[in-house]
């Protein structure tokens, strides 16, 4: 339902500030359609209500859609990734996944209570 109204953000996964991995999914004929113009040491902004953060990509993939090990979402750092179906072209469910990497570069640090 999420994706039906934007980007969607996966569950378990942190928030931006948090320290950790944030995972970010859309479709790939909706929000992240031109999600290949994307190049390494680009940046990403998200502005959130208490703060803006900038990230910097590092890495971007075609993985298959199983593969379980294309995000970690209990890193010991900061960082996003963003994922969509692949090709780009292509409508539904697809065999593989288009992913994009990026490492924190700036944004408020949020303390969280363990």
């Known amino acids: 339902k999420q994706l039906m109204k934007g980007i969607g953000?996966?569950?378990?996964?942190?928030?931006?500030?948090?320290?950790?991995?944030?995972?970010?999914?859309?479709h790939n004929n909706t929000y992240l359609h031109t999600i290949d113009q994307a190049k390494i040491g680009d940046s990403i902004t998200i502005t959130t209500s208490y703060g803006v953060y900038v990230y910097k990509i590092n890495e971007i993939k075609i993985i298959d859609s199983g593969n379980v090990s294309a995000t970690n979402i209990s890193a010991d750092k900061e960082n996003l990734v963003i994922y969509t179906c692949y090709p780009l072209s292509t409508l539904g469910l697809t065999s593989k996944r288009y992913f994009v990497y990026a490492e924190y570069v700036s944004g408020p640090v949020i303390l969280v209570n363990e």
Not at 9 to 26: A, E
């Open 9 to 26: 953000h996966y569950n378990g996964s942190d928030f931006p500030g948090m320290g950790s991995t944030i995972l970010l999914s859309g």
